[in-house]
């Protein structure tokens, strides 16, 4: 069940009972909680379901309250229906430290499955830190796991895998010399941290660099002055949004097409590829399985998972499916699994199951977490696709 965010003014009955309440306290009786509270345990969940980053917690939204369902309707989790209260942050990292608070303070979650953005997640960090409440984000910066905090742990690949996975593909082609052209919001401007670290290590240099803000409409400038420096091989996108569809088309529009483009896991969503058009024709990005699943052969152990949830998610939202949903069903089956090895609601017993994490199939890849490793995935969970006729295909192994 989802609890609403919205208010209510207090009713006269609700009155009188808590009148009929206190009474009952004075008289020397202690009061019961309901058998309705007995029965449940509340999950948070601050995520982006409107504004700029709609297209990422619009999905993980809908994706955290269809299997919620779920799991409810199967008896719940060690006896107890999940009761997921949800806030919408709007992309706004001041709401989210705020509704975070709100969660802890007035809700009483056990623990908190969300975090849309880099921003917000990071906004939100300190108070579930101090809390002690076990906190999944959903969000992509490394950032968010390195250094490792006690009680938060992240599903979606790195930024720093993200490059890693993007400048080993550069090498396979022959290429030494690329551009950067990067957001810079939060995501953004940590992923061209990660790339300009990750390029040496594979004989890969950055020749020029340029940026746009979440709100340019235009990258036409930044692209030309691209497009006039001397022996550029590659161009590397760093961005989330629209940003990223924007430097496509424009990209395009100046005839730069004949220079492969790479874009981050941020855009790996059919959104992405409506936004761009034909423009997208021949871009390159790392993404889990998930937007291949259909592709991979009847051996890879995540086909089975990442099949079922796309039919899942797709016959109920009538939505394609992301890789952003899928980060949520991530995050919430970590947690319930935990939760039941933990047999317990205990913030700090679900805590340590989430750390003991092992060999955990989900959407994203397969999760093996430690004491020092709060993500659990290594780069052969990231596939590298490319947009052909439209759609997502999967390269194969050194192309």
Wanted: aromatic share 6%; hydrophobic share 40%.
């Amino acid at each position: 069940m989802t609890q609403s965010v919205r208010l209510t003014p207090l009713h006269s009955t609700r009155r009188h009972i808590t009148r009929l309440l206190a009474a009952v306290a004075v008289s020397g009786f202690a009061i019961v909680p309901s058998a309705f509270a007995q029965a449940t345990v509340k999950v948070g969940s601050v995520l982006s379901v409107t504004g700029p980053a709609s297209f990422l917690g619009d999905p993980e939204d809908k994706t955290l309250k269809l299997y919620v369902d779920k799991i409810n309707a199967a008896g719940g989790v060690a006896g107890k229906k999940i009761e997921l209260v949800v806030y919408d942050d709007g992309g706004d990292a001041n709401k989210a430290r705020t509704f975070a608070t709100r969660l802890i303070e007035d809700d009483k979650v056990v623990a908190m499955v969300g975090g849309s953005t880099t921003g917000t997640t990071m906004a939100m960090i300190p108070v579930f830190e101090e809390a002690q409440i076990p906190f999944i984000s959903l969000a992509g910066a490394i950032e968010i796991i390195e250094p490792v905090r006690k009680y938060v742990f992240k599903t979606p690949h790195t930024d720093k895998m993200a490059c890693e996975k993007i400048f080993e593909n550069i090498k396979q082609r022959g290429f030494t010399k690329a551009a950067l052209i990067s957001g810079t919001d939060g995501f953004g401007s940590s992923m061209r941290a990660q790339c300009v670290k990750v390029a040496p290590t594979y004989g890969v240099q950055i020749v020029t660099e340029e940026t746009y803000g979440p709100r340019d409409s235009d990258m036409t400038a930044q692209l030309t002055k691209i497009k006039g420096t001397a022996g550029i091989q590659a161009v590397v996108n760093p961005g989330f949004g629209q940003g990223p569809a924007i430097v496509t088309r424009n990209y395009a529009q100046l005839g730069l097409s004949s220079t492969p483009l790479y874009q981050s896991h941020g855009v790996a969503s059919k959104s992405f590829i409506d936004l761009a058009g034909p423009a997208a024709e021949g871009v390159r990005l790392p993404a889990a399985a998930l937007l291949v699943g259909d592709k991979l052969p009847d051996g890879d152990p995540q086909k089975k998972v990442v099949v079922d949830y796309k039919k899942t998610y797709e016959d109920s939202t009538k939505q394609p499916v992301s890789t952003f949903g899928g980060h949520g069903y991530d995050g919430l089956f970590i947690l319930v699994e935990a939760m039941k090895r933990a047999n317990s609601t205990d913030p700090k017993k679900i805590r340590d199951e989430i750390e003991k994490t092992k060999g955990f199939v989900g959407t994203g890849g397969i999760v093996t977490m430690s004491p020092t490793d709060h993500l659990g995935l290594d780069l052969s969970a990231f596939r590298m696709l490319e947009v052909k006729s439209g759609d997502w295909t999967l390269l194969p192994s050194g192309s």
